[in-house]
C-alpha cells in the first residue's frame, strides 16, 4: 500500500493536512484504532486499483470543486478542476516526480490531491500515521448537537515538518466503530484553525467505507464538505464499482 510523504510546498485552497513522515519509531496504538480502520475496510485495502471521485466545499467565500483519480499502490494522480485564478486545469503526474511537475502541480495540485485524501480516507490514515499520538479518552459529549460518543484524538508531532506540525482530530466514535463527528485543530498559523463537522452520508465503495457528508463550522462560519461520484476499480478488474 502507499502511504503519504510529507509535503513542504505552499498553498491550498482548504484545510492542507498532514501526511505520514517515516519514522523509526511508534506510537502506542490504542485497540480502538484498528477497530475503527477495519470498518472503513483496512482488512480489504489491498484490493484497491484505483479511486475515483470528486471532493467539494463550500463556506463564505469559497466554492471548491476538485475531481480526483488515484492509484494508491502506483501514487499515479490525475486531477480535474481550476487553478487559484480559476482557470481550468487538468493533468496526470506520479507523486514520487512531483519535483520535476510544474509549479501549480507542487504548489496547489498535490496540496489539493493531500488534503481531499485526507478527508475520504481518515479513519485509515490515522492507523497507519505511525508518527502520530492516538488516546482512546472514553465517552465524551459530541460537539455538535446532543448525545454522546468515544473520543479518539489523533495528535501529530510538533517537531516535524511540513504543512501544519501539531495538528490534531478529535474523533467522536460510535458503538460501531463509524466516525460520527469530528473536530480539527491546526497547528500552525493558517486558517481556519478549528473546524467541527459531522460525518454522515456513508456509503460502501468495494470494501471502502466513505463518509460523503460533512456540515458544521470552519471558525464559527458554517462549512458544508461533500463528497461525490465515488468509485473504485480493484485488482483484476477493469469495471469502477460505484459507491451505494
Not at 487559484?84 to 486545469?89: C, E, L
Request: proline share 7%; net charge positive; glycine share 10%.
Amino acid at each position: 500500500m502507499t502511504k503519504f510523504g510529507r509535503s513542504t510546498t505552499l498553498g491550498c485552497l482548504f484545510l492542507v493536512l498532514l501526511v505520514l513522515a517515516p519514522h523509526s519509531w511508534a506510537q502506542p496504538r490504542p485497540p480502538i484504532l484498528e477497530k475503527i480502520a477495519k470498518t472503513y475496510g483496512l482488512d480489504s485495502y489491498g484490493q484497491i486499483e484505483a479511486i475515483r471521485y470528486t471532493w467539494n466545499a463550500q463556506f463564505p467565500g469559497v466554492n471548491v470543486s476538485r475531481t480526483w483519480e488515484w492509484e494508491p499502490k502506483t501514487n499515479k494522480v490525475s486531477y480535474e478542476g481550476k487553478d487559484k485564478d480559476g482557470k481550468p486545469v487538468k493533468v496526470t503526474y506520479m507523486r514520487s516526480q512531483l519535483s520535476s511537475q510544474p509549479d501549480t502541480v507542487k504548489n496547489e495540485v498535490d496540496p489539493g490531491f493531500t488534503n481531499d485524501n485526507y478527508w475520504l480516507l481518515f479513519p485509515l490514515h490515522a492507523y497507519w500515521d505511525t508518527s502520530a499520538t492516538v488516546t482512546d479518552q472514553g465517552m465524551h459529549k459530541l460537539p455538535i448537537g446532543n448525545g454522546s460518543a468515544e473520543l479518539v484524538t489523533v495528535k501529530y508531532p510538533a517537531e516535524i515538518g511540513g504543512y501544519t506540525p501539531g495538528d490534531t482530530w478529535e474523533l467522536y466514535v460510535g458503538k460501531d466503530n463509524r466516525v460520527e463527528q469530528f473536530v480539527y485543530h491546526r497547528g500552525g498559523p493558517k486558517k481556519p484553525s478549528v473546524v467541527k463537522a459531522t460525518w454522515a452520508g456513508y456509503k460502501k465503495a468495494g470494501p471502502l467505507l466513505i463518509s460523503t457528508e460533512h456540515r458544521g463550522t470552519a471558525d464559527g462560519k458554517p462549512l458544508h464538505l461533500f463528497i461525490t461520484d465515488v468509485s473504485v476499480k480493484l485488482a483484476g478488474s477493469d469495471n469502477w464499482m460505484k459507491a451505494e
